[in-house]
């Protein structure tokens, strides 16, 4: 397995995964274009935003992905953290979790925020057993999955 930055050419692949992802779920879709266009340039933008994107590629295949952007002052903020089915429990969202932590160390972050629906109950017991704090904070996006999100937060002092 290797991991490396995206490239905007990954793409495809990357809506790919998460479609198949979100197929785990009862009325959960993904839709590009209304709801997360930045897949589409998924290296520019989160350059842009003074962010990093990562995939996990086996055999040429992209099979999980996460991101990271600055938050508030102080936060740094997990987003799309997403692992094909068959390579699940293997340590690779742990990892990429630790990823972002140690850039949010390094950077003097105080915190390590991210968002996860409401559905993805495996996710939820892995930031759990990673000392992430399940806040009291929702959010609903007004999708159409409907979907609504818990905010979970790991302080890093």
Not at 17 to 43: A, G, Q
């Amino acid at each position: 397995m290797n991991l490396r930055l995206a490239r905007n050419k990954d793409s495809e692949q990357i809506i790919k995964l998460i479609r198949k992802c979100f197929k785990d779920y009862k009325n959960c879709f993904l839709d590009v274009d209304n709801d997360s266009p930045e897949l589409k340039y998924i290296y520019s933008y989160f350059r842009r935003q003074r962010g990093k994107f990562w995939v996990v590629e086996d055999k040429n295949k992209i099979i999980g992905c996460m991101g990271y952007l600055p938050s508030k002052k102080n936060e740094i903020e997990i987003h799309k953290l997403y692992i094909d089915q068959k390579f699940r429990r293997k340590g690779l969202a742990k990892h990429l979790v630790k990823k972002v932590e140690n850039i949010a160390v390094r950077e003097n972050k105080s915190k390590v925020i991210l968002w996860t629906d409401t559905r993805f109950k495996e996710a939820h017991k892995m930031y759990l057993k990673m000392d992430y704090e399940k806040s009291k904070k929702t959010r609903r996006l007004y999708d159409i999955s409907d979907t609504v999100e818990y905010n979970f937060i790991k302080n890093l002092r």
